[in-house]
């Protein structure tokens, strides 16, 4: 069997704006039903490695290649659809939409490609159900906890069935066991989707469930498990 590479980055350096250098010479490639975990200390570039390969951040150097073509070969245009098509994103904050309901948040990147009505409730209302959040979509997130918040976030990254997942710190706010039924919903993604995932986490049970484990060190991504 062949394994398509979904995510190929090459070469990868980036500096902070006032000068500092958080990572040169970074390599990783990624296939499509593998998921892999990030793990490194606070402030060493993670959440910036991930904005970089979702094309919200460039990189000083080097390149990132998804389903085999390079980001900066692609226009703003480009970039936009291919977040909203082929990209889900777990922000470290979350950026659920207060003044939205549960379910227009979670069901806002079908709203993006502009699915049909039916598929949007259909999908959506099974996506809150599979989060825990099931029979709330009519609640305004701006009241939910911090948990119930990062459960958004991950319903939204997940909902449209992205090709590639990327999620900061996804379990950060979450009790063992309601981390356990999320970590399961990436795996099953990946697992059974055929997505790539790239989640960073300093959970031992989510690195549990990546094939890879890879540290991120200024000199790049350094193995440090793999199943
Ligand atoms: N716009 C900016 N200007 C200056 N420094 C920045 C900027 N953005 C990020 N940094 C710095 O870059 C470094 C890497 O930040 P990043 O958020 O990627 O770290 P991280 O590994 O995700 O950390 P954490 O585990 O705490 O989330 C930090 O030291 C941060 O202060
Ligand atoms: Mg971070």
């Known amino acids: 069997m062949t394994v398509a590479t979904l995510?190929?980055?090459?070469?990868?350096?980036?500096?902070?704006?006032?000068?500092?250098?958080?990572f040169a010479g970074l390599e990783l490639e990624?296939?499509?039903?593998?998921?892999?975990?990030i793990v490194g200390e606070s402030g060493v570039g993670k959440s910036t490695l991930?904005?970089?390969?979702?094309?919200?951040?460039?990189?000083?150097?080097?390149?990132?290649?998804?389903?085999?073509?390079?980001?900066?070969?692609?226009?703003?245009?480009?970039?936009?659809?291919?977040r909203r098509e082929r990209i889900g994103f777990v922000f470290q904050a979350f950026h659920v939409l207060p003044y939205l309901t549960l379910r227009q948040n979670v069901g806002l990147p079908l709203a993006l490609v502009s699915a049909p009505r039916h598929l949007i409730d259909e999908r959506t209302d099974a996506m809150l159900d599979r989060v825990g959040l099931g029979g709330r979509g009519g609640d305004y997130a701006r009241d939910l906890s911090g948990?119930?918040?990062?459960?958004?976030?991950?319903?939204?990254?997940?909902?449209?069935?992205?090709?590639?997942?990327?999620?900061?710190e996804p379990t950060g706010n979450l009790d063992p066991e309601t981390a356990g039924r999320i970590l399961a919903l990436f795996a099953q993604a990946v697992r059974e989707g055929g997505a790539a995932a790239i989640i960073v986490t300093h959970s031992d049970a989510a690195a549990a469930i990546a094939d890879r484990t890879l540290t991120l060190t200024p000199h790049g991504l350094i193995l440090r498990h793999a199943r």
Request: hydrophobic share 50%; no cysteine.
């Open 30 to 37: 990624v296939a499509a039903g593998e998921l892999v975990a």
């Open 50 to 82: 991930l904005n970089i390969l979702a094309g919200l951040d460039r990189p000083d150097a080097g390149e990132v290649a998804i389903e085999g073509i390079g980001l900066a070969s692609r226009d703003d245009a480009a970039l936009t659809r291919l």
């Open 147 to 168: 948990g119930e918040l990062q459960r958004i976030a991950i319903g939204r990254a997940l909902v449209h069935e992205p090709a590639l997942i990327l999620a900061d």
């Open 7 to 22: 995510l190929r980055v090459s070469s990868l350096a980036k500096s902070v704006p006032g000068g500092r250098q958080l």
